[in-house]
């Protein structure tokens, strides 16, 4: 069965650095475009920035210049290195794939203090 499980998250002070982690298994990693989300207090969930099989990405503008996806197809495994981080970026953080339905990881809080 689908499988995302994420890790990195933490606490960390305006202007540090994060890097996410999403260990996928149960299907074919290497052909799927995956996808980091995040949930705010109060807000929907948005798209942070995805990467597709090839290598192409996109982003939030609110995250543009400051977060890199990647990918290592070997390792099953999709990244968010996150720097810069304002308080702003406080959120849960999900991966995401789509399987033929969407399947989304347990989260992984962000805490940027300011």
């Known amino acids: 069965q689908v499988q995302l499980v994420e890790s990195g998250g933490g606490l960390v002070q305006a202007g540090g650095s994060l890097r996410l982690s999403c260990a996928a298994s149960g299907f074919i990693f290497s052909i799927k475009t995956m996808n980091w989300y995040r949930q705010a207090p109060g807000k929907q969930r948005e798209l942070v920035a995805g990467?597709?099989?090839?290598?192409?990405?996109n982003y939030a503008d609110s995250v543009k210049g400051r977060f890199t996806i990647s990918r290592d197809n070997g390792k099953k495994t999709v990244y968010l290195q996150m720097n810069s981080l304002k308080p702003e970026d406080t959120a849960v953080y999900y991966c995401?794939?789509?399987?033929?339905?969407?399947?989304w990881g347990q989260g992984t809080q962000v805490t940027v203090s300011s």
């Open positions: 995401q794939v789509a399987v033929g339905r969407d399947y």
């Open positions: 990467i597709t099989s090839g290598g192409s990405t």
